[in-house]
């Protein structure tokens, strides 16, 4: 939390109406107080040094300054913690994401008014990211661009693995996710000879957006997965909202409206436990930022069944409770930077030209 007795907010939000519902959401609880709102990204950029927010709720289309070019000169000059409230737009999704890649570490939906069913469940994940966000100290870029710099240990285990064995590849990831997957899938070439499953944690409304982001971003095919397909080499499908994802044994993507797992649907764990049984050995599993627990247990079962194993360090990522736990469980093979995991991905899994 803030080293003072709150945790101090900035509100970027261009409509009056819902700087006035920020406000209230955010102050109802004690330990938040907004120091400041402005309208524009302007204001908010000159903002940030006199009032020295913990947090930063951040709008996307705004006059003068939109919220990509704010957090962008932000993260630049003075980097704080940057939450973007954005609706499920096509455009405001869009932007949103555009952000994310700036250096924004999270996003939530702009809650829904006092009488709106939805306006508890929104108004408590934006506190919940706030109280998240306050925690994170320092913002730096954590991946480095161009040539990788590889440890020997990730180097001697792209040696020790002979490339057939890799069948598909799992991946799990909450909180500061949608970044650490861009930077990971934009620096991995674009002949990887196997798929990727992906498990993300994200705000309703947005994994439309999130592949969409991916796919234009990264040199990999990326979609919202469909039940019964069959993974294509090469290609990234992420888990569609409200389902768990899973491969069953015959290879294909299997959708299941089963009970939440970790009060998750999709969940990491569901993923993870799918692969285990259905691919064994054949496998990596990769954990990566996010609260809580999910997948850390199913992590320790797919290394159990040989599969390799990766958790994301703790210096990278936003929130290690995930990893953390996996981590604590041995259930991590590996222990790597985003840039180490994709140069790991790399020399196992990519075809010979």
């Not at 455009?91 to 009488?115: K, W």
């Not at 439309?208 to 982001?213: H, Q, T």
């Not at 069944?305 to 990522?317: E, K, L, V, Y």
Request: one cysteine or more; proline letters at 6%.
């Amino acid at each position: 939390m803030s080293t003072g007795t709150f945790i101090r907010v900035l509100v970027v939000e261009d409509s009056p109406t819902m700087r006035e519902l920020l406000c209230h959401v955010l102050e109802a609880d004690p330990a938040i107080r907004v120091v400041k709102t402005v309208c524009n990204g302007e204001e908010a950029v000159a903002a940030v040094t006199h009032c020295r927010p913990d947090v930063i709720t951040m709008d996307v289309h705004m006059p003068r300054m939109d919220g990509f070019d704010a957090t962008r000169r932000i993260m630049a000059t003075r980097p704080v913690p940057i939450i973007i409230v954005s609706g499920t737009l096509t455009d405001q999704v869009a932007a949103t994401f555009r952000a994310i890649e700036a250096g924004a570490l999270a996003f939530v939906r702009h809650p829904s008014g006092p009488g709106n069913p939805d306006h508890e469940g929104a108004a408590a994940e934006l506190v919940q990211m706030v109280k998240l966000m306050s925690e994170v100290k320092v913002v730096r870029r954590w991946l480095t661009h161009g040539k990788l710099a590889v440890s020997t240990s990730v180097q001697g285990a792209g040696a020790k693995i002979v490339p057939g064995e890799v069948k598909l590849v799992a991946v799990g990831a909450s909180t500061g996710g949608p970044a650490i997957v861009q930077s990971i899938l934009s620096m991995l070439p674009g002949r990887l000879r196997v798929p990727m499953l992906v498990v993300q944690h994200i705000a309703a409304g947005f994994v439309a957006g999130f592949a969409e982001w991916l796919d234009q971003s990264c040199g990999l095919p990326v979609h919202v997965a469909q039940n019964g397909e069959i993974p294509m080499p090469g290609h990234v499908y992420i888990a569609p909202e409200g389902a768990h994802m899973g491969i069953d044994r015959s290879g294909r993507i299997a959708l299941s409206d089963a009970a939440p797992d970790h009060g998750l649907r999709p969940s990491v764990s569901h993923l993870f436990r799918s692969v285990a049984a259905a691919v064994g050995p054949d496998a990596i599993g990769i954990l990566l930022t996010g609260m809580g627990k999910d997948g850390a247990e199913e992590l320790k079962l797919m290394k159990d069944r040989g599969a390799i194993t990766i958790a994301q360090d703790q210096q990278s990522s936003v929130i290690h409770g995930m990893p953390g736990e996996a981590i604590r469980l041995e259930g991590a093979a590996y222990v790597l930077a985003p840039d180490e995991i994709a140069a790991l991905l790399t020399g196992l899994a990519l075809k010979e030209t």
